[in-house]
């Protein structure tokens, strides 16, 4: 079930999605639009742990607070955050993937906050981002580098109709599980 409306007194578009029956659930989970201004301090508490373990994502593990701010919210990046409860447990940017004959294809990036996995936010929003990529007239979406140990992404991925169209043998250096294969997935949005 889904439910689509606008935020009172904002301009900012809110989208409810329950992702797990609301029986099981005490709170819906809400996907909205998030902003530098608003939402840099809970954002970044999101953003670090994830950046310090050095894991999943290809950003250096030192990487300062306005540096990973700088990223995450880039021009060519449109961004959510997922909220529970009025607290931020994950957000996402959207974008297109490459400039000119490639831009009919999205690119996204996921962050679950550690204290929040298993709680139904990174469905929520890849759920929300396929949406929002076809709102956009995006024709397909692709993820250019998943690290290949991060395997509750790629069974998420795989759950929503992404499928595996390449393999970069050793292109991540894992800190633990030292280097390892990143893959490229991909799925039509038509």
């Given at each position: 079930m889904r439910q689509i409306g606008k935020a009172c007194g904002s301009a900012a578009r809110m989208r409810q999605i329950d992702v797990i029956p609301l029986a099981?659930?005490?709170w819906p989970m809400?996907?909205?639009l998030a902003s530098l201004q608003?939402?840099?301090?809970p954002i970044w508490a999101i953003l670090e742990p994830t950046i310090r373990t050095g894991e999943t994502y290809t950003l250096p593990r030192d990487m300062a607070r306005?540096?990973?701010l700088k990223y995450w919210f880039a021009p060519h990046h449109e961004i959510?955050?997922?909220e529970e409860s009025a607290q931020i447990v994950g957000t996402y940017f959207l974008q297109a993937n490459q400039q000119g004959g490639g831009s009919h294809v999205a690119n996204c990036g996921y962050?679950?906050?550690?204290?929040?996995t298993g709680r139904g936010a990174a469905r929520a929003m890849c759920a929300h981002s396929l949406d929002r990529a076809r709102e956009r007239g995006f024709k397909a979406m692709q993820f250019n580098f998943v690290v290949s140990t991060n395997e509750r992404a790629i069974a998420l991925w795989k759950s929503f109709g992404f499928e595996i169209v390449g393999?970069?043998?050793g292109a991540f250096q894992h800190p633990a599980e030292g280097f390892?294969?990143?893959?490229?997935?991909?799925r039509s949005l038509l």
């Open positions: 099981l659930r005490k809400q996907i909205r608003a939402d840099a301090d306005k540096e990973a959510f955050a997922a962050i679950t906050a550690p204290w929040a393999r970069l043998p390892v294969d990143a893959l490229v997935m991909y």
